[in-house]
């Protein structure tokens, strides 16, 4: 995954497509392509039990391992019994 730095202005980081132009980035968002992988993106960093929508798949595991997160599931759990 390239840097901050090394990333063109304009780069979609869920395709990671890079575009030279506005005008070619904006077409890249309006393929089936790349809502397809933004939708797929949400579906994977929803957490259904804490209703919370993360904004990338790296911070959905951070969030995973999260002691909010372990509390309720473990509190879950719990009332299934």
Do not use: N, W
Not at 43 to 58: D, E, F, H, M
């Amino acid at each position: 995954r390239p840097s901050r730095i090394d990333r063109p202005a304009f780069y979609c980081r869920v395709c990671q497509h890079r575009s030279s132009t506005r005008e070619e980035f904006d077409a890249h968002r309006a393929t089936d392509f790349h809502r397809g992988a933004v939708e797929e993106e949400r579906r994977r960093t929803y957490c259904k039990l804490c209703r919370k929508q993360l904004t990338s798949v790296v911070q959905m595991e951070e969030h995973l391992k999260s002691g909010p997160h372990r509390d309720r599931m473990d509190y879950v759990k719990g009332k299934q019994r």
